[in-house]
């Protein structure tokens, strides 16, 4: 109920981003309307259709991208033809004659309800017009992802979509349509004071129009969102973190048990069934009753979270120091990206590690449900009796973690805990800890899905398209040659392509791999137009010089000096290659 209340007051809140802009024009267009047969049929269908996408989009999948991509394209169809409705009254006549038809057939069996009236003003004022200029324009709308609605969908994304996810996605959907309701309102009143003193009614018709042409040539050709990711809501994600705060949402956690301690390391809860893993990797499978009397450390991970990355040196420090004590480590590898289901690529990547304990494939991630977890990486310290007693999200945390399984390999064993002191860690390369104190860069996704601040002045847009560097400012990135934009990627459609980041940090690394055909990819990297020299990452050479053999993290800058900003760009001479994220350290 409190989840349902903070998606509500988040949906609000969208009245104060600059998300909102592209909805306004249709709902400002129909602000002289009834509110029963024209504002709320139309927020009906605009929640409607968002719910339905929303809900489509937590299951994930080629299938559903390419759904989603089709409804984009419908929706900008169905707006198109409504905005030339406006300019044109002959245009308007004949495309509302099917609607009119439509709803005296359905006027005539439904006693008057759906009865449409005439519409001299060019828009489809009856109830399913009204409907079906809302779906498309929902179809059109993708809210700013802030916390609230971020919380929403990856739960369920993670955890498996059912009713309590279409709860809040309409809680939220309906927050939304409720200020956009008031904004109708209040432009309604403001026609209603205007238009008998400087008789607009035929020009505010048009202008409209001609607004919402404009609004859809923006976001057919990606202008929308480069605008978007050069003013991002940062006051909307400030309230809506504020609004968590005070309510206090968190994400689940395990049921706590009230069975007796004999530490200090509260339950948390139980480990669950490791029955839904789809394979075991490096070891036989495990189960949580086989687990009974070994003190367990679960990692839950994916193979090219650089976050994930930097945890697995003190997990293989971990399971080599206390394994005769009666250590148990186990690794739960749950997909963010498409390739990181292939079972091939997990077994290439722990061979990779060298990780010396088996790995649970979750594809489905009913381990990953089990623990009700919400974060890459994350640990769970299990005692011998299979109750969590301790656990952390994402990195850091690792004195602690030791601290909990030194205290509970001693509590199973019947004696004290020793003072040992914790683990000395070396790592190299990408495992090695981030330099926070220059860390001014954060993760950039350059798929569809999530991208953001894109400086190539063509905006992104579907299908293989040429594109130029332009000038990104700091945080932003751009492509240059021709790519196709997938959902989850960049795609190089064609030889000789670039991709440039204006970043701060100590490391860059950049999630990519060769396409389908495994046919490897050279690439060249330059910092600041130049060679990379000292500052060369463990997988480019000093030359800059790199290949793209397999799907997976790479690290391409490692800054000798303190980290400044710099102008990163790679190079591809052939095609194929993928790029999916940038993650800096």
Known sequence: MTLALAAYLAGVLTLLSPCIVPVLPFVLARADR???TGTLPFLAGLGAAFVAAAGLATIGGGVVARLGTAGRFLGLSLLAVFAVSLLSPRASAWLHRPLVHLGEILSRRAA?????????????????????LGAATGLLWTPCAGPILGLVLTGAALNGSGWQTTALLTAYAAGAASALAGAAWLGGAVLARIRPHL????????????????VLAAVALGADADLLARYPAAGTIAAE???????????ARAEPAAAPTRSDWPVEGRLPSLAGATRWLNGEPQTAEGLRGHVVLVHVWT???INCIRTLPYLRAWAERYREQGLTVIGIHAPEFAFEHDVDNVAAAIRRFALPYPVAVDNAFQIWRGLRNSYWPALYVVDAEGRIRHHQFGEGGYDRSEAAIRDLLAETAGRRAAGEGATQMRAAGAEAAPDLAHLASGETYLGADKAAHFASPEGLAPGPRSYTPGRPRSNQWSLTGTWAVEPEYARLAAPDGAVTIRFRARDLHLVAGPGPDGRPVPFEVTVDGEKPGPDHGADAGPDGSGTLSETRLYQLVRQSDPARERLFAIRFRGPGARVYAFTFG
């Open 241 to 251: 973190d504020a609004l968590l705060a005070a309510l206090r949402v968190e994400p």
């Open 34 to 36: 009834p509110f029963l």
């Open 199 to 214: 008789g607009l009614g035929e020009r505010l018709r048009r202008v409209a129009g001609a607004a919402m042409i404009a």
């Open 112 to 132: 008057g309800w759906l009865r449409p009236s005439r519409m001299p003003s060019g828009m489809p004022t009856g109830f399913l017009g009204s409907l079906f």
């Open 303 to 305: 193979y090219s979270c």
